[in-house]
């Protein structure tokens, strides 16, 4: 947040639909053949793979018009050559997007940071950087609609949970440093890795 | 924090205060103003002290239940609920009080789960103090639906 990449209006205008996503799919969660779920998750990782690595870095648009211009959600990329302005494109799509994307990471009990990331920068057309932090900014809020859900239904064992959010978070510490000085075609290629790794995974293990 | 107004460039601390704890090659927004840059460093901050609270938490749990005698070997192949004492704040808070290790854990999950809901609520107040009248209400929301959550409602 302190490098300046998070566009806060962005984040807190979509965490309403996150969030009523997240617990719209913990509500899901509980009634669903869990294999049938990560195996549909699956494809659509694969999937997002597919849109991630076909389409560029989009070139930011600097003028915010409709519901953009009217929620304000236009901002400032600041680069080494200064700051460069710009705006969100089809904001009810990424909307409409984000609330799936909440309504997964509530059904399957990820932060789907990554459908995140490709409604932010494939539909509203946002800087990868930008993309990237502010999706961060939101997973908390929209993992804490549904982790009270998951507590009250004892779905949280500690002695699972100690070791991975210890793991997550020396993790995500050194990433943040990473950020800041790495290129984007790097980010959106390890970034593309991971979530073709998560979806063969969730297929393989859906259809055992 | 929000860098979509238009700011005069004359605005006392628009090229923020010297803040950060370690050099950052990356050049800061020209847009925002102080009011701004202190927000999200608030905001920044809260988030940072909620995480790293957690962890210290979850990992005093984690030493205090592994040197606990009542060790069995880890199942984890089958799914099962976890005790009933471990899935309501109240329960977990007392039996943390007891200093079960598991329980300790359990409480800083909670304050994980509870340092988002911290930063929306101090959004909320930061977009009262702005005026921002559509964005605190768009926060509210926000709010409303985390606590209709925490409290374990399902739909």
Do not use: C
């Not at chain 1, 990782?45 to 211009?69: F, M």
């Not at chain 2, 977990?92 to 598991?102: K, M, P």
Request: hydrophobic share 50%; aromatic share 4%.
């Amino acid at each position: 947040m302190r490098e300046g990449f998070t566009n806060i209006r962005i984040g807190m205008f979509l965490e309403v639909g996150t969030t009523a996503g997240a617990i719209v799919g913990a509500a899901l969660a509980t009634r669903l053949p869990p294999h049938v779920i990560e195996t549909v998750f699956g494809v659509v990782l694969l999937v997002s793979v597919y849109l991630t690595l076909r389409l560029r870095e989009p070139e930011p648009v600097p003028r915010a018009t409709g519901l953009a211009a009217r929620l304000r959600l236009q901002g400032t990329l600041p680069t080494p050559e200064g700051p460069v302005p710009y705006a969100p494109q089809r904001v009810p799509l990424g909307f409409g997007i984000m609330t799936v994307a909440g309504a997964l990471s509530g059904l399957l009990g990820i932060g789907s940071g990554a459908v995140k990331v490709l409604a932010l920068d494939q539909a509203m057309r946002l800087p990868f950087k930008v993309s990237t932090t502010t999706s961060n900014f939101m997973i908390g809020v929209t993992a804490a609609a549904s982790a009270g859900i998951y507590l009250h239904r004892g779905f949280i064992d500690p002695a699972i949970a100690a070791p991975v959010m210890l793991g997550v978070l020396a993790g995500s510490l050194t990433g943040a440093r990473l950020l800041t000085v790495a290129h984007s075609t790097v980010l959106r290629w390890v970034f593309s890795g991971a979530i073709l790794a998560l979806g063969i995974e969730m297929i393989v293990t859906g259809l055992r | 924090m929000m860098n979509g107004r238009p700011h005069g460039p004359a605005k006392a601390g628009a090229t923020g205060g010297p803040t950060d704890e370690r050099p950052l090659p990356a050049p800061r927004p020209a847009t925002d103003d102080g009011s701004d840059r202190r927000m999200q460093l608030a905001i920044g901050s809260i988030l940072r002290i909620g995480v790293l609270l957690a962890a210290a938490i979850v990992l005093t749990g984690a030493v205090v239940w592994l040197s606990g005698a009542a060790r069995t070997d880890a199942a984890f192949g089958t799914f099962h609920g976890v005790a009933p004492g471990l899935t309501t704040v109240a329960g977990v808070v007392r039996d943390a009080a007891r200093l079960r290790g598991e329980a300790i854990i359990q409480v800083g999950l909670v304050v994980l789960i509870l340092t988002p809901v911290a930063r929306v609520a101090l959004s909320a107040v930061a977009f009262a103090l702005e005026r921002d009248r559509l964005y605190v209400a768009l926060t509210l929301i926000v709010l409303a639906i985390l606590l209709f959550g925490l409290t374990g409602h399902t739909l």
